[in-house]
């Protein structure tokens, strides 16, 4: 099984304030891959089942947003586009 970690840091930012953009990030990411995601506010935490071959987990704290994708062979070619996806969102947060 392959793994793609994303991360990203904001200074500054409170682990409530970064988990409600990135929530809506995945959210997003749902929507138009058709992904039922399980959201855990109070621990900060997102996990995405396996769809398409990939899934994900993403953790927030103070500051930082972790996402891991996970995949399989059958994941190979679209775990390259969610992580695009996904990088591109977190890129524009707070701009």
């Known amino acids: 099984m ?3 970690t994303i991360e990203k840091s904001f200074p500054g930012k409170s682990a409530d304030v970064l988990y409600a953009e990135v929530e ?3 959210q997003g990411l749902g929507k138009k891959y ?7 506010p109070a621990k900060h935490r997102i996990l995405v ?3 398409m071959g990939v899934s994900g987990h993403c953790a927030v704290t103070d500051g930082r947003v972790t996402v891991d994708l996970e995949h399989g062979l059958m994941g190979t ?4 586009t969610v992580k695009g ?3 591109d969102k977190l890129g524009k947060l707070f701009v």
């Open 2 to 4: 392959g793994k793609k």
């Open 24 to 26: 809506k990030v995945i």
């Open 34 to 40: 058709g992904i039922t995601c399980k959201f855990e």
């Open 49 to 51: 089942p396996e769809t």
């Open 77 to 80: 070619a679209v775990v390259g």
């Open 85 to 87: 996806y996904i990088e």
